[in-house]
T-cell receptor
Framework: NAGVTQTPKFQVLKTGQSMTLQCAQD?????MYWYRQDPGMGLRLIYY???????DKGEVPNGYNVSRLNKREFSLRLESAAPSQTSVYFC????????????FGSGTQLSVL | SQQGEEDPQALSIQEGENATMNCSYK?????LQWYRQNSGRGLVHLIL?????REKHSGRLRVTLDTSKKSSSLLITASRAADTASYFC?????????????FGKGTKLTVNP
């Protein structure tokens, strides 16, 4: 049982480059999330998808776009990466939005030079 | 803005001792969750306590919730070196018709063998 799978695990980008972080879950969860984690800041919500076909902004959505491709997959796209987007990104899923426990992926460490 | 604030920021104890971490929050909540994060890994859910509950146990973990004081505590009894990790509280609440789960900055626990 894989749970939540994120790719890639590491990525280095130059300022202005674009990339997509992929996330897939095999638990038949309705809700999926993208968080970023910065030192001393805890986790901050970027975007979430309460169910297939819907997406909503979180606390720090600027500079990001998301796609809920189907029930299993939720991708995060950086159109024009900036050094301020250097962070560790986590994808998570849950059965019922924020009322149930979240299952996290292992993270993507992104550096923007 | 951070909803949950953990205290202390860092805690160092000897194996076999108990570890207590606290979480305070500012507004009414639906639930409060505790997560553990080992270095370089994703977060793992420990316990979810709902706003109408006062105490929950899971193995060596005990969580209390005092909604009148807007605070929660996580107690790890008979700690082990393997408990070394960062611990985060997350508060689930409704705001403006949408639900949110907001993480605190975490307590870094070191258990010395």
């Amino acid at each position: 049982n894989a749970g939540v799978t994120q790719t890639p695990k590491f990525q280095v980008l130059k300022t202005g480059q674009s990339m997509t972080l992929q996330c897939a879950q095999d638990m038949n969860h309705n809700s999926m999330y993208w968080y970023r984690q910065d030192p001393g800041m805890g986790l901050r919500l970027i975007y979430y998808s309460a169910s297939e076909g819907t997406t909503d902004k979180g606390e720090v959505p600027n500079g990001y776009n998301v796609s809920r491709l189907n029930k299993r997959e939720f991708s995060l796209r950086l159109e024009s990466a900036a050094p301020s987007q250097t962070s560790v990104y986590f994808c998570a899923s849950s059965g019922d939005r924020f009322n149930e426990k979240l299952f996290f992926g292992s993270g993507t460490q992104l550096s923007v030079l | 803005s951070q909803q949950g604030e953990e205290d202390p920021q860092a805690l160092s104890i000897q194996e076999g001792e108990n570890a207590t971490m606290n979480c305070s929050y500012k507004t009414s909540i639906n639930n409060l969750q505790w997560y553990r994060q080992n270095s370089g890994r994703g977060l793992v859910h420990l316990i979810l306590i709902r706003s109408n509950e006062r105490e929950k146990h899971s193995g060596r973990l005990r969580v209390t919730l005092d909604t009148s004081k807007k605070s929660s505590s996580l107690l790890i009894t008979a700690s082990r070196a393997a408990d070394t990790a960062s611990y985060f509280c997350a508060t689930g609440r409704k705001q403006g018709g949408s639900e949110k789960l907001v993480f605190g900055k975490g307590t870094k626990l070191t258990v010395n063998p």
